[in-house]
């Protein structure tokens, strides 16, 4: 499940998967053994039985044996970590009641504006060009713009945490990346240690949850890991169905955006977690006749879940009974959020550029390959040229800059590092800032 085969055309490889029924052995990563859940109700069942499926890493046998390595790239995503994902019972009430309860303090009013706000500042950018690629340029950026503002972080930490972040997920030197993400998040502790301010880390930390900095690193990770990559992906994927997909093209082209139906869509077929959920049996259990051992990986493929043959019409009604949110006690606790950033994200793109059509045939675009995302290596498109707006007309002649997601009084600074994707945009976006 690794290799740019399986990124391909991992339905495929799902096909294959059934023959062996509801659950079948999978390698994730080279030497790295799990079982793989692709029934729908089959991956409800574990999702819903914490008494027996435990979501604690700890209990991995192959890892702790050395039968994995430390340094195997699907460790970092895999590995425990003290926050809400990865703990159960009490422990992991207590950790998510830190994410939910600051996570309820976010307007989705003032959500809205930050991703308006930041969709307007990309698109600028692009609109004079007649071409882009929305994902180096779009999806990937504005989720970045719009977790600067949430949690009070500087563009600089924001570009590295991204960066990290994306390392893991595709399992590239994931070691390394793994140890600039935690560097990094220990950078902005500090920082809202020093200066708490009215965002997302420093209500967590003030939250009667009293999170250690440890805690702290952790609980950013699981709040970054869905609100980049799997964001990321949400929104290109979107993108890239309503801009192929007969089926949207007349609702397109007569000013209606079906992007809610979009989106239901590209969760239900292509959610941009794919395969994730590891839960690990507290003791051996068969299950629909196969043994599943204590501390052995079992890995919920959500696509192949909600694509599973055996679907009746009726578990379908009302087009949200997908898993891409997962189910359970470790239902994802960002949901609306996430999918008001992708609706908006959407419908600013589609109503700045209405002309936007892809520039390859959509059977060329390429997947990045690893186990866990579905993610596309890019989204190439043109359009005519479109004038900026108003609002970065006015930010040019110096009567209003565009609002950067920087501290209160200070531009954006220079990266610590470049990153390989969004570093050009991010050029551009300080140029603009600074009136070069």
Known sequence: ???????????????????????????????????????????????????????????????????????????????????????????????????????????????????????????????????????????????????????????????????????????????????????????????????????????????????????????????MGAGTEPQQNLISNGLRLLLSDDRFAGSLGGGSLPVEDALDEVLWTDPPMANYAVHYPIRDVVYEGTLLRAGDPVVISLAAANTDPALTNDQRAGNRAHLAWSAGPHNCPAQSPARLIAAVAVEKLLDRLPDVE????????????????????????????APVSGEAVAGREGVRRPALPAPAGSPPEAPAAETARATGTWARLRAWWRGE
């Open 358 to 385: 892809l520039a390859v045939p959509v059977g060329e675009l390429e997947w990045r390959p690893g186990p866990f995302h579905r993610a596309l290596a890019s989204l190439p498109v043109r359009f005519p040229v």
């Open 1 to 223: 499940m690794y290799g740019p085969e399986f990124a391909a055309d991992p339905g495929a490889l799902y096909g294959k998967l059934r023959a062996h029924g509801n659950t079948a052995p999978v390698e994730l990563a080279p030497g790295v053994r799990a079982t793989l859940v692709t029934g729908y109700e089959a991956a409800l069942h574990v999702l819903r039985s914490p008494e027996t499926f435990s979501k604690d890493p700890r209990r991995w046998r192959d890892l702790a044996d050395g039968t994995v390595a430390p340094d195997s790239p699907v460790v970092p995503m895999m590995m425990y970590r003290p926050n809400a994902l990865f703990t159960d019972g009490e422990e992991h009430r207590r950790l998510r009641g830190a994410i939910t309860d600051s996570l309820a303090r976010v307007e989705p009013n003032t959500l809205r504006g930050y991703v308006e706000r930041s969709a307007d500042t990309l698109i600028d950018l692009i609109a004079p060009r007649g071409e882009a690629d929305l994902l180096g340029e779009y999806a990937q950026v504005l989720p970045l713009l719009v977790f600067n503002r949430l949690f009070g972080c500087p563009p600089d930490l924001g570009e590295r945490l991204v960066e990290g972040m994306s390392g893991i997920f595709d399992g590239v030197d994931a070691e390394k990346a793994n140890e600039l993400l935690t560097v990094t998040l220990l950078d902005l502790i500090a920082l809202k240690r020093a200066r708490p301010g009215q965002d997302m880390t420093s209500w967590m930390m003030a939250h009667p949850a009293a999170l250690t900095d440890e805690e702290m690193i952790h609980e950013l990770v699981v709040l």
